[in-house]
């Protein structure tokens, strides 16, 4: 029998090819009537057979195009209207709504067809794209999101691409960056001094390939920024990146050019094998299994980070050779952001490539490549940025107006909100220098332009010195404003993400975090809702001896945590040629000597008091090396540390922990013995302190959020533990661990804290 149902399709249905598919849908089940876009999604008049229409339906949510998220499908019925054929309606606009930017994404399998078919018109063409593939976030300026809103407004289609543009059937229908041989942009190789050496992309690639095979650097501009590349299994072109980067210690991102290629020598599991050929192409952090590229590459680590190609310049030249492994690291000095724009990259990184790669095309916003790691089958991000930015977070409640989080100083991130939506930005990185501030800056104005958001409400940490405190004062003006408690925003992150409304226990292992009592926090135990907290335990304080100036020297907080454990600070190595007495007297008179209980902290003060770090060149290193050192231990010691009850509080001590550490390395324990003892430690005494709040409180549910939790075996046995325990817990799964996420806690504390 003949039905006409009216379907409503919410979530992100624009821009990716959703009208098409429907159509072609509606073809295939025999449906007549229209499909339309109007405000809130896309609208569709269905009439057909009933079990067509139950058809048409599933396939609706279940098969849309790669770029769309389908949150609802509403359905009415309503009475027939005898329609004679199936057509896409004109878009009906009524009242302004968010518009969605689709993150850049690899290349669809379609198009690299396409893209290896010497027969087609896009044979080799470095920018060929579809609705469901390539850049799109790095090229939009302005809304709405048309051609000439974006930087292939200069490459006017040619006829042949404007047919394929126009034709409701094809793959490129309404496709805003397509471009071909004829109307698109082109490629282009310079040598590092600016002389143009070819324009042509197969005499690019093989020269490119050969360079790389001889120990040269190239930079190459991605869809996000320029990478820069080297061949990962020469030791000398490695270390030449790594003096010419300035950077000694941190691991540099591998591309190979299949899953096979990753699977020789590195350990992959299947849900890992589903990260790395996700379409999002993160980098993923992987066990070493067999050397077969330079120590360099990660110095003292077994852990790899490592990406397939996406774009399809990086899979033209990984099909010269299939054994070709490349580091591909951001394009950038040490920590400053990645170069983006040509000339910057040329002056700033000529003296790092000797070549490079680039097209005439203008990335409008930069990203880096995302970050992740598997634990349990459980994929978490490091760094949220290109392929997921700037997907939107959706929420169950519409926000009242508009706010903005700045997020952090540290792995910035920051969030917009409107209807019920909160997106973040990419990454940023770590807000110290000028660059980066500037490159802030922009990205917040280029935010607010293209999803057309005017906050009313402006929330940040409530740190008085970061930089995003103060430029979030600037930007309010007279708007209200509301500072959020660090580790609060972490926990509430989560509880956004799983849509947890009630109180939860939240645990948050952290670097730093400006607490309520000025100090730094960073080891807390929170009772927390989504717009207030308690803080109920966390470990003891002791002192950063310089303050910002310990952080780096790490050997100061080995100093200062055996100085507060009553320990002689003959335990400590690395004495020679350090002020020690000055810094015993700053200790004993608490001078410039903030005071801090962060995980990461203790973390670098025990790795300084093994011998295992002096001082770092990149943020956690201590307690990566830490970790690495835990790996190799064949077993380790029970440390039983007792929690004390102080006041309202409870109080894990920090001298006792240290105490026990040295009483290993006086029985002459070996170092991975007692570092992963040190690890053990943590996580039995976070679990005696949880399982106590849940005695009190009666709360089950517990939250783990924080930069420490990036930390593999403090992540999986604390998590494990507390499973067992029969605890809920839930992690960050669409954010990071670290500061990266708590943009979004941010933004959901604002809200609540309006009503
Ligand atoms: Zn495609
Ligand atoms: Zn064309
Ligand atoms: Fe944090």
Redesign the pocket.
């Given at each position: 029998m003949l039905k006409h149902f009216h379907i409503r399709v919410n979530g992100i249905v624009q821009g990716v090819g959703f009208r098409p598919f429907i159509y072609r849908l509606a073809l295939e089940h025999n449906i007549k009537g229209y499909v339309l876009n109007d405000t809130e999604g896309v609208t569709i008049e269905a009439e057909g057979e009933e079990k067509a229409l139950k058809r048409f339906i599933k396939a609706i949510k279940e098969d849309f195009p790669p770029l769309a998220i389908v949150q609802e499908v509403k359905i009415e019925e309503k009475e027939v209207n005898h329609f004679e054929k199936f057509w896409i309606e004109k878009s009906r606009t009524t009242e302004k709504k968010i518009t969605f930017i689709p993150p850049d994404t690899n290349i669809c399998k379609d198009c690299l067809k396409e893209f290896f078919d010497p027969k087609d018109r896009r044979y080799h063409y470095p920018f060929i794209v579809c609705t469901h593939c390539g850049p799109r976030f790095s090229i939009v300026k302005d809304i709405p999101y048309d051609r000439h809103n974006t930087s292939m407004a200069e490459f006017p289609?040619?006829p042949?691409?404007k047919k394929e543009y126009e034709d409701p059937l094809d793959r490129r229908f309404h496709t805003q960056p397509t471009?071909?041989p004829?109307?698109?942009p082109k490629l282009f190789l310079y040598k590092n001094d600016k002389t143009l050496i070819s324009e042509d992309i197969d005499e690019i690639v093989k020269r490119v390939y050969h360079s790389l095979k001889s120990g040269h650097i190239v930079a190459i501009k991605g869809v996000g920024g320029y990478h820069l590349a080297c061949d990962a299994t020469n030791n000398k072109a490695v270390l030449k990146l790594r003096e010419r980067k300035r950077r000694p210690f941190k691991p540099f991102a591998l591309m190979a050019g299949s899953i096979e290629k990753v699977e020789e020598f590195l350990y992959v599991s299947p849900k890992e094998k589903e990260v790395l050929l996700s379409k999002e192409r993160p980098i993923l952090i992987l066990k070493e299994k067999k050397s077969l590229v330079s120590k360099y590459v990660a110095p003292d680590l077994s852990y790899i980070g490592i990406m397939l190609p996406y774009t399809p310049f990086q899979y033209l030249l990984f099909s010269l050779d299939k054994d070709l492994i490349l580091v591909m690291t951001s394009g950038n000095l040490s920590e400053e952001p990645i170069c983006f724009r040509d000339e910057e990259a040329f002056e700033r990184l000529s003296h790092i490539a000797d070549y490079f790669v680039t097209y005439n095309r203008e990335i409008v916003a930069h990203s880096d490549d995302s970050v992740m790691f598997v634990i349990n089958e459980t994929p978490f991000f490091i760094r949220r940025s290109k392929g997921f930015v700037p997907s939107p977070i959706l929420m169950k409640k519409s926000f009242p107006v508009h706010l903005f989080a700045s997020g952090g100083d540290l792995k910035n991130s920051f969030a917009i909100a409107k209807d019920k939506v909160v997106i973040l930005s990419q990454y940023l990185g770590d807000l110290e220098s000028p660059v980066t501030q500037r490159v802030y800056k922009e990205a917040v104005e280029h935010f607010l332009k293209v999803f057309d958001v005017h906050p009313e409400v402006f929330i940040s940490d409530m740190h008085p010195n970061y930089f995003t405190t103060a430029l979030t004062d600037k930007l309010a003006g007279e708007k209200l404003r509301i500072k959020v408690q660090h580790h609060h925003a972490h926990i509430v992150t989560v509880m956004a993400e799983h849509e947890i409304e009630d109180t939860v226990i939240g645990l948050s292992f952290d670097g730093t975090g400006f607490g309520t009592d000025r100090k730094i926090w960073g080891s807390e135990f929170l009772i927390a809702d989504r717009k207030d907290f308690q803080r109920i335990a966390h470990f003891s304080y002791f002192m950063l001896p310089g303050g910002e100036k310990a952080i780096k020297e790490v050997w100061r907080i080995g100093l200062s945590l055996l100085y507060h454990a009553g320990i002689p600070i003959e335990y400590l190595p690395f004495r020679e040629n350090k002020p020690l007495s000055i810094i015993l007297q700053m200790l004993e008179k608490k001078l410039n000597s903030p005071f801090a209980c962060s995980i990461g902290r203790i973390f670098d003060g025990v790795s300084a008091i093994l011998g295992i770090c002096e001082t770092i060149s990149t943020e956690a290193e201590a307690a990566q090396k830490l970790e690495e050192t835990a790996l190799k231990a064949k077993n380790f010691y029970k440390l039983n540390i007792e929690p004390e009850e102080k006041g309202k509080e409870i109080v894990i001590p920090t001298e006792e922990l240290i105490r026990k550490i040295v009483e290993l390395k006086d029985r002459g324990i070996g170092n991975p013995e007692i570092a992963l003892s040190f690890h053990w430690a943590i996580i039995e005494v976070s679990l005696k302190v949880v399982e106590r709040i849940r005695e009190s409180s009666g709360i089950k549910r517990v939250v783990l959020s924080g930069g420490a939790f990036q930390n593999r075996i403090l992540l999986k046995g604390l998590w494990e533990k507390l499973k067992k325990a029969g605890f809920e817990v839930f992690l960050p799964q669409k954010t990071p661990l670290n500061d990266g996420g708590i943009a979004l806690g941010q933004i959901i504390i604002g809200r609540e804290k309006l009503i």
């Open positions: 289609m040619c042949e691409c471009a071909c004829v109307c698109g």
